[in-house]
C-alpha cells in the first residue's frame, strides 16, 4: 500500500495545479507524546524515528528526501530563494524557490504555515508565520522574493494552513498594546478574553498582511491546531496539558 495512502495531507483549491500539502500529525511512526508524524529534528523524538516520517514526506510529494528542504527557523523575517537543497539550512523563516522537484517546507505548531505560488510564473514559496515573524514582515519578505525570482504580486495566491485560532490564542495586555501601537486598526484582531486577557486572531492578521502585500488570493483553511488533538500538533495545548516537549507540522510545496 503506498504511504500516501496512510497520510493525512490538507490541500487547497487555490493552489492548484501546484503539488502541495498541509501534513497533520496522522499517518507517522513516532509514539508517546509525539504520536504521528511529527517532522521537527528539533524535538525530543527520537532522530531515526523524525527522519522516517520526513521520508513519508518527501515520498507523498514525490520527491527524493534530500530534495525535502527546510530552514532553521528562528522567528525572523527572513526568506531565501534557494535552486538547490543546501548543505547547511540557512538561518531563516520562508524560503522561495524556482527548481521544479524542490520541495521547500516549513514547521509549524499552532504558528501559520503559509504556502505560496505564482503557478504560470513557476515561482512558489512557503513561509513559518508566528506572530512575531508576521509583525515583523516575513510574509511580505516571501511575497518580495517570490517577485524578484519572476512571479507577477497580483498572481500569487497564498494558503495560510493548520495554525492556533482566535478562540484559543489568549494574550497580555503588552501583547495588545504592541500590535495597537504599530496601528490602531490592529485592535480589530482582538476580543476581550477572561481576566483581563485577549483573544488574538492570528490567521486573520496574517491574511490582512497577505491582502495588503498585494497578493492575488489568500484564504487560510480554517484548521485549528489546539483544537483538535488527533489530528494536529500544538505547542500551547502541550504547554497547558503539562508536557515535556510536542510534535511539529509539516507543509511542503514543489513544482
Known sequence: MPLT??????TSPLLEG?????????????????????????????????????????????VAAANLVTVHQVHSAQAVTLDCAPADRPRADAVVTTT??????????????????????????????GWRGAFDGVLEATVDAMVAAGARRDAIHAVI????????????????????????????FF?????????????G??????RAAGVGQAE??????YGDADRFYSYRRATHRGEADYGRLISAIRL
Not at 494552513?161 to 480589530?188: K, L, M
Not at 476580543?191 to 490567521?203: H, I, Q, R
Open 5 to 10: 495512502v496512510t497520510l493525512d495531507i490538507l
Open 18 to 62: 501546484v503539488t502541495h500539502g498541509f501534513f497533520s500529525r496522522r499517518g507517522g511512526a513516532s509514539s508517546g507524546i509525539f504520536e504521528g508524524l511529527n517532522c521537527g529534528g528539533g524535538s525530543s523524538d527520537q532522530s531515526e524515528i523524525v527522519v522516517m516520517n520526513r521520508d513519508r514526506v518527501a515520498d507523498a510529494m514525490g
Open 100 to 129: 521544479p522537484g524542490l520541495a521547500i517546507a516549513v514547521l509549524t505548531a499552532d504558528c501559520q504555515p503559509v504556502l505560496f505560488a505564482d503557478r504560470a510564473a513557476g515561482v512558489i514559496g512557503a513561509a513559518h508565520a
Open 161 to 188: 494552513g493548520p495554525t492556533i485560532s482566535q478562540r484559543a490564542y489568549e494574550v497580555g495586555e503588552e501583547f495588545f498594546e504592541r500590535f495597537h501601537d504599530d496601528d490602531p486598526a490592529n485592535g480589530r
Open 191 to 203: 476580543v476581550n478574553g477572561a481576566d483581563g486577557k485577549y483573544l488574538f486572531d492570528l490567521p
Open 205 to 210: 492578521y496574517g491574511l490582512m498582511r497577505l
Open 220 to 225: 487560510w483553511t480554517r484548521h485549528c491546531t
